[in-house]
C-alpha cells in the first residue's frame, strides 16, 4: 500500500526566512505526490502536484516542492515564509490500488513568527 | 459553481442519536470521497463514489455508518446511535475522472458528541 510520512510534528520558521516542510513517500511503481494546507477550522486546500517531468514543481502562494527519486522524498519549500503561511500542511499520494483515493501524512504544521 | 459545499459546519449531538451530513460536489466531479480527521491526525479515508456507486468503503466506517449518493449528484454521511469516539471534522471531497487529479475539499462538518 502506499504511504507518506511526514517526519516533523511542527516546524519553526521566522518571517522572511526561507521553509521546508518534509516528506517521504512508499509506493510501488510512479508516485502522484500532493501537498495541501489546512488553516483553522477549515477544509484542505490543494497547493501543487506532482505527476510527471520536472522535478520541481511550483504551486499556489509561492510554495514549491522537489520531487527526488533517489530519496524517495518530496519535500515542500518556499523561499521566504510569510506569517500568513502558519497553518498545518499535508503531504498526500495517490494509492494506485484500488480507487485511487487519497493517503495522508499526519501533517506538519508549520509556525511563522513575525 | 463556488466548489464542494457541506452542511452544517457544526454538530452537536448527545450519544446515542443519529445525525446526517450532507455534500454537494462540484457539479462537473463524478468522484466524491469522505474522509474524517481527529485532533492532530490527517485525514483518513471513509468511503468512495463514482456518479451514484458506492465503490469503496474502509474498515473504519462501522455498521453506524452509512453514505449514499442518489443520482450522482450530492451525497449524504449518517452515523446513527453516535458514540464520543464519532466526534471528528468530517470532510468531502470530489475530483474529476482523471487518474492525476486531486481533490477539491469541502470545509467539512464538525461533529461533536457530548
Known amino acids: 500500500a502506499q504511504s507518506v510520512a511526514q517526519p516533523e510534528d511542527q516546524v519553526n520558521v521566522a518571517e522572511g526566512n526561507p521553509l521546508t516542510v518534509k516528506c517521504t513517500y512508499s509506493v510501488s511503481g510512479n508516485p502522484y505526490l500532493f501537498w495541501y494546507v489546512q488553516y483553522p477550522n477549515r477544509g484542505l486546500q490543494f497547493l501543487l502536484k506532482?505527476?510527471?517531468?520536472?522535478?520541481l514543481v511550483k504551486g499556489s502562494y509561492g510554495f514549491e516542492a522537489e520531487f527526488n527519486k533517489s530519496q524517495t522524498s518530496f519535500h515542500l519549500k518556499k523561499p521566504s515564509a510569510l506569517v500568513s503561511d502558519s497553518a498545518l500542511y499535508f503531504c498526500a499520494v495517490r494509492d494506485k490500488g484500488g480507487f485511487q483515493k487519497l493517503v495522508f501524512g499526519t501533517g506538519t504544521r508549520l509556525l511563522v513568527s513575525p | 459553481d463556488t466548489g464542494v459545499s457541506q452542511n452544517p459546519r457544526h454538530k452537536i449531538t448527545k450519544r446515542g442519536q443519529n445525525v446526517t451530513f450532507r455534500c454537494d460536489p462540484i457539479s462537473e466531479h463524478n468522484r466524491l470521497y469522505w474522509y474524517r480527521q481527529t485532533l492532530g491526525q490527517g485525514p483518513e479515508f471513509l468511503t468512495y463514489f463514482q456518479n451514484e456507486a458506492q465503490l469503496e468503503k474502509s474498515r473504519l466506517l462501522s455498521d453506524r455508518f452509512s453514505a449514499e449518493r442518489p443520482k450522482g449528484s450530492f451525497s449524504t454521511l449518517e452515523i446513527q446511535r453516535t458514540e464520543q469516539g464519532d466526534s471528528a471534522m468530517y470532510l468531502c471531497a470530489s475530483s474529476g475522472s482523471a487518474g492525476a487529479d486531486g481533490y477539491t475539499f469541502g470545509s467539512g462538518t464538525r461533529l461533536t458528541v457530548v
Open positions: 506532482y505527476i510527471t517531468g520536472d522535478n
